[in-house]
C-alpha cells in the first residue's frame, strides 16, 4: 500500500477515490473547510488521524478506521459504505453510520445521535456508546459488551442478538421483530412494546411498564425490578426470578413468578386469558 503520514487535509474532496494506500497520523481540518474529504475510497486504512469536517467516509468500501478521533465537527462521518473495520476510535459526529453494510465495530467511545440507522450486518465488541436513536431500522446485528445509553434505542430492527451488555434507555425495540438478549440488564420505561419474537434470558429489566403489546414474547430466567403494569396485551412465556410490582391483562401465555404485588385484570379492550402463577 501507498503510505501517506503526517499531512494536513482541509480542501473539499481532498483524498477523493483514495485506493491502496494507508493514511497515517494525518490531520482533516482547516479554513477551507472542505467536505466529503475521503470519499468513494476503496481499500484504505486510517491510523491515528483526526477529522473535523464533515461527511469524510461516504461511500467507503474495504475500509479500516483505527485509533483516531472524529470530534462533533464532523457530521454524518460515515454514510453508504461497507466492508468496513472502526476500532478503538473516538467517535463525537452526530449521524454517524447510515446504510452502511458489513461494519464491525470494536473498543470505541462513541457519542453520536441517530448512530446506525438503516445498516446491515453490524458487529459491536467493547464499546461505550452514547446514542438518543440507536440503530434505528437496522437488521442482522451482533452486539457483545456494550455500554449504551440512549433513549430510543432498537427501533424497526430486525435480527438483533445481544450479549454480555448494559443499556440505560428507553422505548427500546419497539416495532422490532427476532430480538435476543442475554445476560444483559436492561433499564428503560416501556420496553418492548409492539416487538415480535423478543427474547431475553438470564436478564435483568427494570422500570416501569414493559413489555406491552408483544407477540411471542419470552422471558427465561430473568429479573424485573420496579416494573408495575407489566406485559399488558401482550403473547408472553416468562419465568421470572423474584418479584414483579403488577402484572396488567396479559392477552395470552403464562407468567411465572416468585411474588406478584397485584394483578390487574381490568379495563380490557381484547379477550386476556394470560395466567400469572406464583412459584410454589
Partial sequence: MKKIENKIFDAERSLYNLKNTEVIQCKFAGEADGESVLKEGRNYVVNDCSFSLRYPMWHAKKFTLIHSTLDDKTRAPIWYSKDGSIENCRIDGI??????KNISVNNCNIASPEFGWRCKNLNISNSQIDSMYFLFASSNVEIENLKMTGKYSFQYM??????????????AFWHSKNILVENSVVKGEYLGWFSENLKFINCKIIGTQPLCYCKNLELINCEMQDTD??????DVKADIKGHIVSVKNPKSGEIIADSVGEIIREDAIMKCTGIVEIRK
Fill in 229 to 234: 403494569l407489566s406485559f399488558e396485551y401482550s
Fill in 95 to 100: 449521524k454517524c453510520l447510515r446504510e452502511c
Fill in 158 to 171: 430486525k435480527n438483533l442478538h445481544i450479549k454480555n451488555s448494559e443499556l440505560d434507555t428507553k422505548d
